[in-house]
């Protein structure tokens, strides 16, 4: 899965790559990015990239209840398009969802989990292939997203089961096309992915929490 990440770029770093035109509304950069909590994603309106913040944990549209947002803050691309969550969402509801590092927690023994930091090891910026979703009841309206997971590649699998899909590159727009596509062509187009390669250091578990920002969560453990 993908729990937590982290977003420290300046903004104008984030335009620049995702080549997005506007600046972006209350943007700051986050050492901690926790589900429920929200995060910088881009879509693409069939004339130009639009970036803004979205609410972590996917409610569907048709969803009575808001809270399954928390038991949805990732979607299995190897089945995404035949469940009904995701299925319309893959059709037409694509989005990046802006990092430049994610948090994972590798199994040493039944009790203990070392937090690690894990980011690219050529370029800086990335975007997790992403899908959102508008949900409306009353006079209450919001606007979710989930990031999409894959096996692990041979550096992950030393360290979870999971893993967040990460887009090349030039295949970002591909992912954001705004016209409608077939759910399980871009189920495939996400499996044939080719992998990026990746990099980790050990944390301290103050990262462990939700609560906690600042660059003590980034810090490299102490040897």
């Not at 993908?2 to 209350?26: K, M």
């Not at 989005?95 to 023994?109: N, P, R, T």
């Not at 030393?158 to 954001?176: A, F, G, S």
């Amino acid at each position: 899965m993908c729990g937590r990440f982290t977003l420290l770029a300046e903004e104008l770093e984030i335009l620049e790559a995702f080549g997005v035109a506007h600046e972006i509304e209350n943007y700051e950069p986050r050492y901690n990015i926790a589900p429920g909590q929200s995060v910088l994603a881009i879509v693409h309106d069939g004339g130009k990239k639009r970036a803004g913040y979205l609410k972590w944990g996917l409610v569907p549209s048709w969803a009575k209840d808001p809270s399954i947002g928390y038991k949805m803050i990732n979607a299995r691309t190897e089945t995404a398009a035949g469940k009904p969550s995701f299925k319309r969402l893959m059709e037409r509801r694509r989005c990046l969802i802006v990092a430049d590092s994610f948090y994972e927690w590798k199994k040493l023994d039944q009790k203990t989990k070392q937090p690690l930091r894990i980011s690219l090891q050529d370029r800086k910026l990335f975007a997790f292939a992403g899908l959102w979703d508008r949900w409306k009841q009353g006079d209450k309206e919001m606007v979710t997203c989930t990031i999409m997971t894959k096996s692990p590649n041979e550096f992950m699998s030393e360290i979870h089961n999971r893993m967040p899909v990460i887009l090349p590159k030039e295949k970002e727009e591909d992912w954001i096309k705004k016209e409608s596509r077939d759910p399980m062509e871009m189920q495939n187009f996400l499996l044939d992915l080719p992998n990026e390669d990746l990099t980790a250091y050990e944390v301290s578990t103050y990262v462990n929490s939700a609560k906690n920002e600042g660059e003590t969560c980034i810090a490299p453990l102490a040897d």
